[in-house]
């Protein structure tokens, strides 16, 4: 008797590819953006200080870089995973990535992590644009966009059972319906013989002995 509860669970662990694939590219796009924004955004003068294209500071790399490219790698996974459990962990860790865009700035300094820095603006709605693209509004996003991946990864929909339904019954060979089951080769007069089950074993019925007539 073949055991099927290990390829049932394997089977309940798949998922189509395209249940996360919306949220995980704009994941990916939001978490490339706040990696590369405090190095380029000095070039459109949009920036924090040290307003200076590419240039790296401490506070940059924990609070900026470090967060973003969690982002990307939880965004890939779920944009290209086809197992749940591996979704799931791409959107949780999408969602500590946009959680630390919000908070991270308020443990910086006691964990002493560096700053941000200031924002380069003249008006103050130009400062609450570089707060939100930047930080605040930039994670919350994020967090946003995961959490609702991971909500829609966390229930099994008929669509679910139905993709691991096909993917079982491509997986799984099928028996031989075609009436030939049992039967030997043709014998020398060209008919079938069927093989017989004798009390000790199987006998062929091939083997019979042909009387003379």
């Given at each position: 008797?073949?055991?099927?509860?290990?390829?049932?669970?394997?089977?309940?662990?798949?998922?189509?590819?395209?249940?996360?694939?919306?949220?995980?590219?704009?994941?990916?796009?939001?978490?490339?953006?706040?990696?590369?924004?405090?190095?380029?955004?000095?070039?459109?003068?949009?920036?924090?200080?040290?307003?200076?294209?590419?240039?790296?500071t401490q506070g940059r790399g924990w609070l900026e870089v470090l967060p973003g490219l969690v982002a990307v790698?939880?965004?890939?996974?779920?944009?290209?995973?086809?197992?749940?459990?591996?979704?799931?962990?791409?959107?949780?860790?999408?969602?500590?990535?946009?959680?630390?865009?919000?908070?991270?700035?308020?443990?910086?300094?006691?964990?002493?992590?560096?700053?941000?820095?200031?924002?380069?603006?003249?008006?103050?709605?130009?400062?609450?644009?570089?707060?939100?693209?930047?930080?605040?509004?930039?994670?919350?996003?994020?967090?946003?966009?995961?959490?609702?991946?991971?909500?829609?990864?966390?229930?099994?929909?008929?669509?679910?059972?139905?993709?691991?339904?096909?993917?079982?019954?491509?997986?799984?060979?099928?028996?031989?319906?075609?009436?030939?089951?049992?039967?030997?080769?043709?014998?020398?007069a060209g008919e079938p013989t069927r093989r017989r089950h004798g009390l000790f074993g199987r006998r062929r019925?091939?083997?019979?002995?042909?009387?003379?007539?």
């Amino acid at each position: 008797m073949v055991d099927t509860s290990g390829r049932s669970r394997r089977g309940a662990m798949q998922i189509p590819r395209s249940r996360g694939a919306v949220s995980g590219l704009l994941i990916v796009a939001l978490g490339v953006w706040g990696a590369l924004a405090p190095f380029v955004g000095p070039l459109f003068d949009f920036a924090f200080t040290p307003d200076r294209p590419w240039a790296w500071t401490q506070g940059r790399g924990w609070l900026e870089v470090l967060p973003g490219l969690v982002a990307v790698f939880g965004g890939l996974l779920l944009f290209v995973s086809r197992n749940r459990a591996t979704a799931m962990l791409g959107g949780w860790l999408a969602v500590a990535a946009g959680a630390w865009f919000v908070v991270g700035r308020a443990v910086a300094g006691p964990l002493g992590l560096g700053g941000a820095g200031q924002p380069v603006a003249d008006s103050e709605t130009k400062q609450v644009w570089l707060e939100l693209t930047y930080f605040s509004g930039l994670g919350a996003l994020i967090v946003f966009l995961a959490a609702l991946a991971v909500g829609r990864l966390s229930v099994r929909t008929a669509r679910d059972i139905a993709y691991r339904e096909a993917r079982v019954d491509t997986a799984e060979p099928h028996p031989v319906t075609d009436g030939t089951a049992g039967w030997n080769q043709p014998d020398a007069a060209g008919e079938p013989t069927r093989r017989r089950h004798g009390l000790f074993g199987r006998r062929r019925g091939s083997d019979r002995t042909t009387l003379p007539v």
